[in-house]
């Protein structure tokens, strides 16, 4: 079971990036898949996370900004970013579990099993 995700880069304000995360093994059959992510000196927070049925929760810091979309017939999960801000400067990481995105424990990382390896996004003013 893996979860490699790609991506990240340096934009400026008001850019846009697009987040993927290729899954290996069981990990594209669980229930609920996201990105969180962890800014220097800063707690790890989530994102956005969607379900196997395509149901979507954001952050509100992103809502009206990102989009999370899963492609089955990749096995991909993806984070479509716009509008970028600085205060999204980040490492971002997928991740996956086996219990559904509509449970109130969504934003909680110890919830997650697998995870990838997390793709660095820069924002500059």
């Known amino acids: 079971v893996q979860l490699v995700g790609s991506g990240g880069g340096s934009v400026e304000s008001g850019g846009s990036l697009r987040l993927s995360c290729a899954a290996f093994g069981y990990a594209y059959s669980t229930d609920c898949m996201g990105w969180f992510r962890q800014a220097p000196g800063k707690e790890r927070e989530g994102v956005a996370f969607i379900d196997d049925d395509g149901t979507a929760r954001y952050a509100d810091s992103v809502k009206g900004r990102f989009t999370i979309s899963k492609d089955n017939a990749k096995n991909t999960l993806y984070l479509q970013m716009n509008s970028l801000k600085p205060e999204d400067t980040a490492m971002y990481y997928c991740?996956?579990?086996?219990?559904?995105?509509?449970?109130?424990?969504?934003?909680?990382?110890?919830?997650?099993?697998?995870w990838g390896q997390g793709t660095q996004v820069t924002v500059s003013s």
């Open positions: 991740a996956a579990r086996w219990s559904r995105c509509s449970i109130d424990n969504v934003f909680a990382d110890s919830s997650y099993k697998y």
